[in-house]
């Protein structure tokens, strides 16, 4: 005798999701980019020579013909590729990229590189806590445990720093802000995803972020133009490489992964930027520190999704 042993259905567990193998390798090694593209942006926003305003104003604005340029290549290749355009997953996360960007840029003006990309990067943990008020989506044990081991390791990033300067309080607090508004970037960008291709959904975003951005910089900036040929340099590669690249990749990743795991693995942006200070600003990276890296690349091992 058989009996009907259909499954019923259940609450899809977010880092259980599976990928073909191909699709899963290109879009880990796009969020590994993404993660080193942007670890530059916090010591090149100190080396800018406008405020904080204005650099997260350029360093979008100047990116938006390179963004425009992939999503024509990008349409033209793939005709069949969804192409939505301004859905209102797109639409916020040109709003919570603008909140990102509004805070970080302050963050990494009043506090060391470390600590305000540590408290930036615990974006995973507003994804996790988001992801189920908002989506009701259930993470696996094994990603919680990945996700524990990241944040343990980021804490050993900057254990030193917050030691001995209580001055960063108030950048610190800002850098939070900043993994608020990444959290929810990361949630948008991964629907807007399921509408548009990767290129439309950058550039599109990028569109309404620089907008508000140019009227935060202008209301609020004594000046907006760089002084000299060497601070257009430090926007320019803002715009390219932090930007363009960084955000670019990040889409391309979160059509490819699942978002919990894609927000541990931009957690090596927090390792790169704490060796890119090292090299740049002169701020030294300990034996803890170096520890603290290791224990954030055993998390995202961990986390990494199981192939069905």
């Known amino acids: 005798m058989t009996t009907d ?48 305003y204005a650099s997260a104003f350029w360093r979008v604005f100047l990116a938006l013909p390179v963004l425009w340029f992939w999503m024509v290549q990008e349409e033209r290749q793939r005709s069949d590729a969804p192409r939505a355009r301004f859905p209102l997953a797109t639409i916020l996360a040109g709003l919570a990229f603008t909140g990102d960007l509004f805070f970080w840029h302050l963050t990494v003006m009043h506090t060391s590189i470390a600590n305000g990309t540590f408290f930036a990067t615990m974006a995973p943990l507003w994804v996790v806590i988001f992801g189920w008020l908002l989506l009701r989506q259930r993470v696996s044990r094994m990603t919680l445990v990945g996700l524990g081991l990241c944040l343990v390791g980021g804490a050993a990033l900057v254990a030193e720093s917050l030691a001995f300067n209580p001055a960063h309080a108030l950048g610190d607090a800002m850098g939070i802000v900043t993994g608020v508004f990444f959290g929810l970037y990361f949630l948008c960008v991964g629907a807007a995803r399921l509408k548009s291709g990767a290129a439309r959904v950058t550039f599109e975003m990028s569109l309404i972020t620089a907008a508000l951005l140019f009227v935060v910089a202008y209301v609020m900036e004594p000046h907006i133009l760089p002084k000299s040929g060497h601070g257009w340099g430090i926007l320019l590669t803002l715009a390219f490489v932090s930007h363009a ?35 740049l600003l002169n701020e030294p990276v300990s034996l803890l520190q170096a520890a603290g890296g290791m224990i954030i690349l055993a998390g995202i091992w961990i986390a990494r999704p199981k192939s069905g």
């Open 5 to 52: 042993a259909s499954p019923k259905p259940e609450t899809p567990v977010v880092a259980t999701v599976s990928a073909r193998p191909a699709g899963f390798a290109l879009g880990l090694v796009a969020m590994i980019a993404a993660a080193l593209a942007m670890s530059i942006s916090p010591s090149l926003v100190r080396l800018a020579d406008v405020g904080p």
């Open 245 to 279: 690249g960084g955000q670019g990749l990040l889409s391309i990743a979160l059509g490819r992964l699942p978002t919990v795991f894609s927000s541990l693995v931009i957690f090596l942006e927090a390792i790169a930027a704490a060796i890119i200070a090292w090299i």
